[in-house]
């Protein structure tokens, strides 16, 4: 019995001790896919240590842009094609990236402003995402209304659109056609012109 009330204390100190080691823990990986960016001139540089893309060819300047389907938090639909026939922004991005947290607010505005004119499809790379939660997190805190299609698998940023910084967008014209890829964050008045110059 008193071997057994000497062992009681240091149990419950290595049980306190597990749980604060366990936390941290925690704590550290979520935060993993920040770790594993770098910052550079504004563009988070996604390190993809656990993902190896299944497609060695970029999307290319002028042809038409990989089709795709993904769902929003809600499980609405949101298909590519569907918007063929009127300009878009494709963007890609994550809640942790910096960056993105910049850029959101412009494209917020601009779509409020000029989302009859120029669509914006903002794909998050929820592969990268350590919970769901900071997708909504993220959508609540900027009152983001433009479709937000969740890629859980990193089957279009990485397979088909070849995306390892953060953000990275595409402009796409009303024929269906990649004119330009734009890395790191954008402005309202950069959007403005991006606009103007898709046909």
């Known amino acids: ?20 080691v366990f936390n ?10 920040a770790k594993n960016a770098e910052e550079f001139d504004g563009v988070a540089v996604a390190v993809p240590d656990e993902y190896e893309s299944k497609n060695q060819t970029s999307v290319e300047i002028g042809k038409t842009a990989p089709d795709f389907t993904l769902h929003t938090m809600e499980g609405e639909q949101v298909k590519l094609s569907d918007f063929y026939g009127e300009k878009v922004m494709l963007n890609f991005w994550a809640s942790w990236c910096k960056p993105c947290r910049k850029e959101m607010p412009e494209m917020q505005k601009f779509h409020e402003k000029y989302g009859d004119k120029m669509n914006i499809i903002a794909v998050n790379a929820t592969g990268y995402e350590t919970t769901e939660d900071n997708v909504q997190d993220f959508i609540n805190k900027y009152n983001l209304t433009f479709p937000v299609p969740l890629d859980q698998e990193l089957t279009v940023s990485m397979d088909q659109y070849q995306v390892f910084n953060l953000p990275s967008s595409y402009f ?7 004119m330009e890829k734009y890395s790191g964050s954008i402005t309202f008045e950069v959007l403005k012109e991006k606009m103007t110059n898709l046909q």
């Open 1 to 20: 019995m008193k071997l057994i009330k000497r062992l009681i204390g240091p149990a419950i100190i290595l049980t306190m001790f597990t749980i604060v």
């Open 24 to 33: 941290f823990a925690q704590e550290q990986s979520s935060d993993s896919r």
């Open 172 to 178: 796409i014209n009303t024929e269906g056609k990649v």
